[in-house]
């Protein structure tokens, strides 16, 4: 054998050593880790939400790798940027299962977690939901699909017993934004009104326009008490400050969508003036929340309306996963549905089909640009 063939086989042999020992290293370092998904509008103008799903989860992973992690493994999150977008969000949820992930935190919009969690359903990948309220996303019979937030109907009931039993109201117009959160959030609060309100107005308007004076000039004409909105905050604040330009009087309520400081900053101060909106209790009331607050704020800053519920949602995940002692999906889902976890929102029970059992929703109002919490059933 010639001294070069010998020097090639050699130089062969060790770059394909290299291979096996790289590949080795990319296994042993994926064995490592337990991955979570956490998806939401990561990106555009719902991102405040997004933020919030981000910052919450990576609290509690921070808190439990800082104590060993999971199962001997250290939590690894992956973000998944769905742009509140129902196509967008199945594709993220596709990737994520071919990632590995091992549970989802997610998605924000209903009209994405309800085709999202086909996809995990197909996977037995548990998902947690912070934020999707509308009622079918428990209804379709998928056993891994959850929730930490309350649904519309009873959000919806809850505006509409306050319109009825303490603003004492007649006339209301309604208003959505064809989504399958804004308009199912807008047709319960409909609904539960029946036969006591005249809705003298009902109609939907198109998420991301900007110009909405001839649905509110339509809506003066009919002088309401009272304007309800089933949609997020971007448009919420466009439509209360176009209302106020156009001299409508009456005020305006919507959902937890709204429940955000650019809700205020897009309307102005005086416009938002007075604006209800229904939302769970102050966090800042609640004692177990007080820890999450704290460190919360040190890391991040204020805390954002959804936040604590995503926070909540990765520590039940990690309870659950810790519990089966595997990752196996559909031990973990067994888990989900069988433990009462201790939370910062307080005591957390999932029932057999994802929902929440005790799911409290209160008013508040909107004063001198800050949210006020001003009535419960």
């Known amino acids: 054998m010639t001294e070069v063939r010998m020097k090639r086989i050699v130089t062969l042999f060790f770059c394909l050593c290299l291979v096996a020992g790289m590949t080795a290293g990319c296994q042993k370092k994926a064995g490592e880790v337990i991955k979570i998904g956490v998806v939401g509008p990561m990106t555009g103008d719902q991102s405040r939400f997004g933020t919030d799903f981000k910052n919450g989860v990576t609290l509690a992973t921070e808190q439990w790798n800082e104590k060993g992690g999971l199962l001997g493994k250290k939590i690894e999150l992956v973000i998944g940027d769905d742009q509140h977008d129902p196509k967008q969000a199945v594709s993220v949820a596709n990737k994520l299962i071919n990632e590995g992930a091992a549970g989802i935190i997610g998605h924000f919009n209903s009209s994405c977690s309800i085709p999202a969690s086909e996809v995990y359903n197909r996977a037995s990948v548990p998902m947690i939901s912070p934020a999707s309220t509308n009622p079918e996303l428990t209804q379709k019979g998928?056993?891994?699909?959850?929730?930490?937030?309350?649904?519309?109907?009873?959000?919806?009931?809850?505006?509409?017993a306050f319109v009825l039993s303490k603003l004492k109201l007649k006339k209301v117009a309604v208003i959505h934004d064809k989504t399958t959160y804004g308009q199912g959030l807008a047709d319960e609060f409909k609904?539960?009104?029946?036969?006591?309100?005249?809705?003298?107005?009902?109609?939907?308007?198109?998420?991301?326009?900007?110009?909405f004076k001839g649905v509110l000039t339509s809506?003066?004409?009919?002088?309401?008490?009272?304007?309800?909105?089933?949609?997020?905050?971007?448009?919420?604040?466009?439509?209360?400050?176009?209302?106020?330009?156009?001299?409508l009087k009456a005020p305006f309520m919507s959902g937890d969508g709204s429940y955000a400081e650019e809700f205020v900053k897009i309307a102005g101060d005086q416009a938002a003036e007075g604006t209800f909106l229904t939302f769970t209790p102050d966090p800042n009331n609640i004692p177990d929340a007080k820890d999450f607050i704290t460190k919360y704020n040190a890391k991040f800053g204020k805390e954002g309306p959804y936040s604590i519920y995503?926070?909540?949602?990765?520590?039940?995940?990690?309870?659950?996963?810790?519990?089966?002692?595997?990752?196996?999906g559909k031990t973990v889902i067994g888990k989900l549905?069988?433990?009462?976890?201790?939370g910062a929102m307080?005591?957390?029970?999932?029932?057999?089909?994802?929902?929440?059992?005790?799911?409290p929703y209160v008013v508040w109002v909107t004063k001198n640009g800050k949210f006020v919490e001003t009535w419960k059933p």
């Open 142 to 160: 998928y056993k891994g699909t959850f929730r930490v937030c309350g649904r519309d109907d009873q959000q919806g009931g809850v505006a509409a």
């Open 191 to 211: 609904k539960a009104l029946a036969g006591k309100v005249d809705v003298v107005y009902y109609g939907g308007i198109v998420q991301g326009d900007k110009d």
């Open 219 to 247: 809506i003066r004409e009919k002088s309401p008490e009272l304007i309800f909105f089933g949609g997020i905050y971007p448009e919420m604040g466009l439509l209360v400050r176009q209302a106020k330009e156009l001299g």
């Open 310 to 328: 995503a926070f909540d949602a990765a520590n039940i995940m990690f309870t659950a996963i810790r519990d089966a002692n595997t990752t196996d």
């Open 337 to 342: 549905h069988s433990t009462e976890f201790n």
């Open 346 to 359: 307080g005591k957390i029970k999932l029932n057999e089909n994802g929902d929440v059992t005790a799911p």
